[in-house]
């Protein structure tokens, strides 16, 4: 029933339900009332007619109880719905109350939970967007397109802070400090800086993006074909195979690089293929990673050149972004060699390690060659591209990264040509006499992975993490060897806190050092206070000695003297010379 019908109707016929139906029950009891009275001398009324009389013709008390009847009928199940309706409405009011108190509960502690760990971006209310003509003006008064509000951290601070305290806890708490101070405002009407992210693609498809990949393997495992299937175009031209021949033996690794201007859907993409022929192919393979290390140095060097000149409108990104190494199929271990040249290169560049012509091993060689690979990267301690996770990843994407980076070291197989499948559809694949491989199919092979984490999902991150850790690293250490050195405080806002707390740290260091100092010069002035009383101590036993064997001395003379006396002899008795006689 409608809310204005329960309030019109039903209230007043609650109200005039009584009255009737007392006047049916009045009628009814008129009619069984006159066979219950006991003295029959007492007639009943005239107006209590058992059927239709002279009196009254036109009333018939049985048509006049059924009326009443089904009328007292009616009355009761309109009260009983009337009732039931207000009895809902009173229990939708209730529930309707109960949900605001829970509303009112969790926006108290949502208020609570912000104000402890600086609040959510998310607990903000959006501004619904103004038209294009500017936002309303009630009451004939301007309202400002924005309004203060209390100052939490947003989410991007949070996601700072974190990623700063893993490594400086000083710093994050600094940070964190800096972000409070900053006065934070809610928009109330359409500004339009919503739409930089349109700007920003607008002025990125205009501009085209380029990207740098170098692949690193021996001859023969295919880096060329790899190449033309990762971006389904011909880059690289077949070759021709000619008979051998010692001129065409290199007779050191070179570096070819091919460029080429792709497009898809409207973008446009600068594409450099690095390639390094001639890698590994020599029986005396020392210093055979140096060319590469070489080349991606000279990449680095001459985009730092770029940034040291005065017009730096047009660098162009010449760093190498990727590299691809191959892995031989021997389903054994990496090669001293592998390991050499990834540990010479995981410093320089983002490595992809690749299991090629994987169609050569079963899927149980594969697995086990990958646990030996994955073995000897960690423990060399050799580092290769991982995607970065980020704390506002959904679980699809977190679940998509896990899943890619679970197949490093991808096994992977290349084709150019398409077959025909058991099915009767042509795919790229290869054809064997005992069925055909798919490259497209991640039963088969891992390429859909590789291609997936080095152009659809990650290409974006290899290049911000070549320019922010591997060019940085790279340039501060040029830097550094040029003499170049800047003292790190000169940007570096000062927090009271911070700088009481390390002046607390060197305070505790300085006196740790003083205790330690003057632990050693007590220990050096003990030390010779021993060995002077050492010496002094060997000294008195000398001397001691010396008297003992002078009073023996005597005591013997004395003793001599005393039996000469005692004997008659003289003191002074002169012994006799003995000689010769001439006789």
Same mark, same amino acid.
């Given at each position: 029933?409608?809310?204005?019908?329960?309030?019109?109707?039903?209230?007043?016929?609650?109200?005039?339900?009584?009255?009737?139906?007392?006047?049916?029950?009045?009628?009814?009891?008129?009619?069984?009332?006159?066979?219950?009275?006991?003295?029959?001398?007492?007639?009943?009324?005239?107006?209590?007619?058992?059927?239709?009389?002279?009196?009254?013709?036109?009333?018939?008390?049985?048509?006049?109880?059924?009326?009443?009847?089904?009328?007292?009928?009616?009355?009761?199940?309109?009260?009983?719905?009337?009732?039931?309706?207000?009895?809902?409405?009173?229990?939708?009011?209730?529930?309707?109350?109960?949900?605001?108190?829970?509303?009112?509960?969790?926006?108290?502690?949502?208020?609570?939970?912000?104000?402890?760990?600086?609040?959510?971006?998310?607990?903000?209310?959006?501004?619904?967007?103004?038209?294009?003509?500017?936002?309303?003006?009630?009451?004939?008064?301007?309202?400002?397109?924005?309004?203060?509000?209390?100052?939490?951290?947003?989410?991007?601070?949070?996601?700072?802070?974190?990623?700063?305290?893993?490594?400086?806890?000083?710093?994050?708490?600094?940070?964190?400090?800096?972000?409070?101070?900053?006065?934070?405002?809610?928009?109330?009407?359409?500004?339009?800086?919503?739409?930089?992210?349109?700007?920003?693609?607008?002025?990125?498809?205009?501009?085209?993006?380029?990207?740098?990949?170098?692949?690193?393997?021996?001859?023969?495992?295919?880096?060329?074909?790899?190449?033309?299937?990762?971006?389904?175009?011909?880059?690289?031209?077949?070759?021709?195979?000619?008979?051998?021949?010692?001129?065409?033996?290199?007779?050191?690794?070179?570096?070819?690089?091919?460029?080429?201007?792709?497009?898809?859907?409207?973008?446009?993409?600068?594409?450099?293929?690095?390639?390094?022929?001639?890698?590994?192919?020599?029986?005396?393979?020392?210093?055979?990673?140096?060319?590469?290390?070489?080349?991606?140095?000279?990449?680095?060097?001459?985009?730092?050149?770029?940034?040291?000149?005065?017009?730096?409108?047009?660098?162009?990104?010449? %760093?190498? =972004?990727?590299? !691809?190494?191959? @892995?031989?199929?021997?389903?054994? *271990?990496?090669?001293?060699? +592998?390991? #050499?040249? $990834?540990? %010479?290169? =995981?410093?320089? !560049?983002?490595? @992809?390690?690749?299991?090629?012509? *994987?169609?050569?091993?079963? +899927?149980? #060689?594969? $697995?086990?060659?990958?646990?030996?690979?994955?073995?000897? @990267?960690?423990?060399?301690?050799?580092?290769?591209?991982?995607?970065?996770?980020?704390?506002?990843?959904?679980?699809?994407?977190?679940?998509?990264?896990?899943?890619?980076?679970?197949?490093?070291?991808?096994?992977?197989?290349?084709?150019?040509?398409?077959?025909?499948?058991?099915?009767?559809?042509?795919?790229?694949?290869?054809?064997?006499?005992?069925?055909?491989?798919?490259?497209?199919?991640?039963?088969?092979?891992?390429?859909?992975?590789?291609?997936?984490?080095?152009?659809?999902?990650?290409?974006?991150?290899?290049?911000?993490?070549?320019?922010?850790?591997?060019?940085?690293?790279?340039?501060?250490?040029?830097?550094?060897?040029?003499?170049?050195?800047?003292?790190?405080?000169?940007?570096?806002?000062?927090?009271?806190?911070?700088?009481?707390?390390?002046?607390?740290?060197?305070?505790?260091?300085?006196?740790?050092?003083?205790?330690?100092?003057?632990?050693?010069?007590?220990?050096?002035?003990?030390?010779?206070?021993?060995?002077?009383?050492?010496?002094?101590?060997?000294?008195?036993?000398?001397?001691?000695?010396?008297?003992?064997?002078?009073?023996?001395?005597?005591?013997?003379?004395?003793?001599?003297?005393?039996?000469?006396?005692?004997?008659?002899?003289?003191?002074?008795?002169?012994?006799?010379?003995?000689?010769?006689?001439?006789?």
């Amino acid at each position: 029933m409608h809310p204005a019908l329960s309030t019109n109707y039903v209230v007043p016929g609650l109200l005039l339900n009584p009255v009737l139906l007392l006047w049916s029950i009045n009628t009814i009891l008129s009619r069984h009332l006159p066979p219950l009275l006991v003295d029959a001398s007492i007639q009943p009324p005239p107006y209590y007619p058992l059927g239709p009389s002279a009196e009254h013709p036109h009333i018939d008390i049985h048509a006049s109880e059924s009326l009443c009847w089904s009328y007292t009928a009616f009355i009761v199940c309109a009260n009983l719905v009337a009732f039931g309706r207000v009895s809902g409405r009173r229990e939708e009011g209730k529930e309707q109350t109960r949900l605001k108190k829970e509303r009112a509960k969790k926006m108290k502690r949502e208020a609570k939970l912000m104000n402890a760990t600086n609040g959510p971006l998310s607990n903000v209310p959006k501004a619904s967007p103004a038209p294009q003509n500017g936002p309303p003006v009630p009451n004939g008064k301007p309202t400002s397109p924005y309004s203060e509000r209390q100052n939490p951290m947003t989410p991007n601070a949070q996601i700072a802070a974190q990623t700063v305290s893993s490594k400086d806890p000083k710093a994050a708490a600094q940070a964190a400090s800096d972000m409070r101070n900053v006065v934070r405002r809610k928009l109330t009407g359409y500004v339009g800086f919503a739409n930089l992210p349109n700007q920003w693609h607008r002025k990125s498809v205009r501009k085209g993006f380029n990207f740098n990949v170098m692949v690193v393997g021996e001859s023969g495992l295919g880096k060329s074909t790899l190449v033309n299937t990762l971006f389904n175009d011909s880059l690289y031209p077949p070759k021709e195979r000619k008979g051998p021949s010692l001129d065409i033996i290199p007779k050191t690794v070179s570096i070819q690089s091919i460029s080429a201007d792709i497009e898809e859907n409207g973008v446009r993409l600068r594409l450099t293929v690095v390639d390094t022929p001639g890698f590994g192919d020599f029986v005396n393979n020392d210093d055979s990673w140096r060319p590469i290390v070489e080349y991606i140095e000279q990449r680095f060097d001459a985009y730092l050149d770029a940034e040291n000149k005065v017009n730096r409108m047009n660098i162009v990104d010449i %760093r190498v =972004h990727a590299c !691809v190494y191959f @892995i031989q199929p021997t389903g054994h *271990s990496l090669k001293p060699l +592998d390991i #050499e040249v $990834m540990r %010479r290169l =995981h410093t320089k !560049v983002n490595l @992809i390690p690749v299991i090629a012509k *994987s169609d050569t091993l079963t +899927d149980e #060689e594969i $697995m086990n060659f990958k646990e030996r690979i994955l073995t000897d @990267i960690n423990h060399h301690a050799i580092q290769i591209f991982e995607g970065p996770r980020y704390e506002l990843d959904d679980d699809e994407t977190i679940a998509e990264n896990q899943e890619i980076m679970s197949k490093v070291p991808f096994a992977i197989v290349g084709a150019n040509s398409e077959v025909m499948s058991p099915e009767g559809r042509k795919v790229r694949g290869r054809k064997y006499p005992w069925g055909v491989i798919e490259v497209d199919n991640e039963d088969h092979c891992d390429f859909v992975k590789l291609r997936q984490m080095l152009i659809r999902t990650h290409m974006e991150e290899l290049k911000e993490h070549t320019n922010n850790a591997l060019y940085e690293n790279y340039r501060s250490d040029k830097l550094t060897q040029m003499g170049v050195a800047q003292d790190p405080s000169v940007f570096k806002e000062v927090n009271p806190a911070v700088k009481q707390e390390e002046e607390r740290t060197l305070h505790e260091q300085k006196l740790a050092k003083m205790e330690s100092e003057m632990k050693m010069v007590f220990q050096q002035k003990v030390a010779e206070k021993e060995s002077k009383l050492k010496q002094s101590e060997e000294e008195l036993y000398a001397r001691h000695r010396e008297m003992k064997d002078q009073l023996e001395r005597q005591r013997l003379e004395l003793d001599d003297k005393k039996s000469r006396v005692e004997s008659g002899r003289p003191l002074d008795e002169k012994t006799k010379k003995k000689g010769f006689s001439l006789r």
